[in-house]
């Protein structure tokens, strides 16, 4: 079943390769989409791909790399959209 997440990730989330392993982890998995720095120091992330694959990049988000502290991590599921080719940092 495919599936797409909008995820917020609170906590120190910034500044510690958050967004670039999160792409590791997401072309490692298959998901799409993109992965982006919000001024309030959250990260956000559209997540798309197989719900099996999209789970567990959820798992890792909800860790982070080594340095990051992640308290919450918001996941709004949303239908399917196909949208994306690959995941990418947007800055």
């Given amino acids: 079943m495919q599936v797409k997440a909008h995820v917020f990730i609170t906590g120190r989330v910034q500044g510690v390769y958050f ?3 999160t792409r590791c982890e997401a072309k490692k998995y298959g998901v799409t ?4 720095n919000l001024p ?7 997540f798309n791909g197989n719900k099996e694959n999209v789970d567990k990049l959820i798992a890792f988000v909800g860790k982070g790399p ?3 502290k992640v308290r919450d991590v918001d996941v709004k599921w949303q239908e399917y959209s ?4 690959d ?5």
Avoid at 33 to 36: A, E, N
Avoid at 82 to 85: A, L, R, T, W, Y
Avoid at 87 to 91: D, G, L, M, T, V
């Fill in 19 to 21: 967004r670039y392993k």
């Fill in 40 to 46: 309030d120091g959250r990260v956000e992330a559209i």
């Fill in 82 to 85: 196909g949208e994306f080719e």
């Fill in 87 to 91: 995941f990418e940092i947007c800055y």
């Fill in 33 to 36: 989409g993109w992965v982006r």
């Fill in 66 to 68: 080594s340095g990051a």
